[in-house]
Nanobody, 117 residues
């Protein structure tokens, strides 16, 4: 079993910053990538940012230049530094881990990020 534990969400004013963390534990083999997705009320879950085991990153256009994803491979932990937050960034943020030869996806429980205007 794989467990993903997220932390760092909360309420912040527009223009502020938050840092999300996600620690993975359990029977983890051959991690391919870790990342963050988000889901706002009434909308589909969308990719925010991912980082591969080799360090390659990918960002949604809406967060480029404001969010930075990083990873500590030794700790199986991924971080999302979110700066210049906007009200439209308000969503539940989910940690994602993709691993194994079948590229299975694992999800955290989600953490709420609310940006007030």
């Amino acid at each position: 079993q794989v467990q993903l534990v997220e932390s760092g969400g909360g309420l912040v004013q527009a223009g502020g910053s938050l840092r999300l963390s996600c620690a993975a534990s359990g029977s983890i083999f051959s991690i391919n990538r870790m990342g963050w997705y988000r889901q706002a009320p009434g909308k589909q879950r969308e990719l925010v940012a991912t980082v591969t085991v080799g360090g390659s990153t990918n960002y949604a256009d809406s967060v480029k230049g404001r969010f930075t994803i990083s990873r500590d491979n030794a700790k199986n932990t991924v971080y999302l530094q979110m700066n210049s937050l906007k009200p439209e960034d308000t969503a539940v943020y989910y940690c994602n881990l993709r691993a194994g030869w079948k590229l299975d996806d694992y999800w955290g429980q989600g953490t709420q990020v609310t940006v007030s205007s």
